[in-house]
């Protein structure tokens, strides 16, 4: 139960804009985060379409108590876009995750889900040094997700998209960075220890499995990035036959950690 209460007059603001935005899990946790660690403020779920983002932004950017930004499907990088400033990361990514104001009052943006994953999967069991990884989805977490997987040291990354011209985007540019490790997937497992879901594919009741889970095999670890339904079918199809497993909550609950930091650091400097 939320305590409003809480809320006042020096309540600084934060958004997380998403297109839907129903199933996000963060707001009171990322909330209950930032008020432990002193910080007055809130985090308000926003359903901005994807025609609205620009316009969005620059509404929001008018309110003085506006500190943050929270950008999840489909928006990441359409938001960095919006960015003055952004990490080293982001800027090879093009994509961000969350920004936080400038002194001056634009946005300064990172893409923290590959690295929130990552720690997950860690919390999970599960080494990606030497793994043989398959990631489908090369959308804005996708991305993050494939470059923090190649920076933790797996030993080859597929990836399978179904957009042909974004998979070999990523491609040639996690490719660059490196040579050798990055191939062109398909949605058939076989071969790989490392399974992971970056598409939206387990939301809704119906949707297709995102690789084929009848070539799953038990040696397999297998990840998920949706947070709703907390059991993908996915998830269940690979603990049906003994994978080890991370659930959407894993990398959620890295990836918060991290954006109550890099929204803290803002504080920090007073603004």
């Excluded at 003994?242 to 990836?255: H, I, S």
Aim: hydrophobic share 45%; with cysteine; glycine share 12%.
């Amino acid at each position: 139960m939320n305590d409003y209460s809480k809320l006042n007059g020096e309540t600084r603001v934060i958004a997380i804009i998403g297109d839907p935005i129903a199933q996000v899990a963060s707001p009171a946790g990322v909330t209950r985060a930032l008020n432990a660690r002193g910080r007055n403020a809130v985090v308000v779920p926003i359903h901005v379409a994807p025609a609205d983002v620009d316009a969005f932004i620059r509404g929001v950017s008018l309110a003085k108590n506006f500190d943050g930004i929270i950008v999840t499907v489909p928006h990441k990088f359409a938001v960095y876009r919006q960015c003055a400033t952004a990490t080293v990361r982001a800027h090879f990514l093009g994509a961000v995750n969350t920004l936080r104001r400038n002194p001056d009052g634009s946005w300064h943006g990172d893409q923290l889900d590959g690295e929130g994953f990552v720690a997950g999967l860690r919390a999970a069991g599960c080494r990606p040094e030497g793994q043989r990884a398959l990631l489908a989805g090369a959308g804005g977490a996708g991305s993050a997700i494939g470059l923090a997987l190649l920076e933790a040291g797996v030993a080859l990354l597929a990836i399978h998209d179904g957009d042909a011209a974004r998979r070999d985007a990523l491609l040639r540019r996690l490719g660059d960075r490196y040579p050798g490790k990055v191939a062109a997937g398909s949605a058939d497992p076989a071969g790989f220890t490392l399974i992971v879901n970056a598409t939206p594919a387990g939301m809704r009741a119906g949707d297709p499995f995102p690789v084929e889970a009848a070539r799953l095999e038990r040696a397999m670890f297998v990840a998920d990035i949706i947070t709703r339904p907390a059991v993908t079918p996915l998830i269940d199809a690979a603990r049906r036959i003994g994978c080890g497993t991370q659930m959407g909550a894993g990398m959620f609950e890295g990836v918060s950690a991290l954006m109550v930091d890099y929204l803290l650091a803002a504080a920090a400097r007073g603004r």
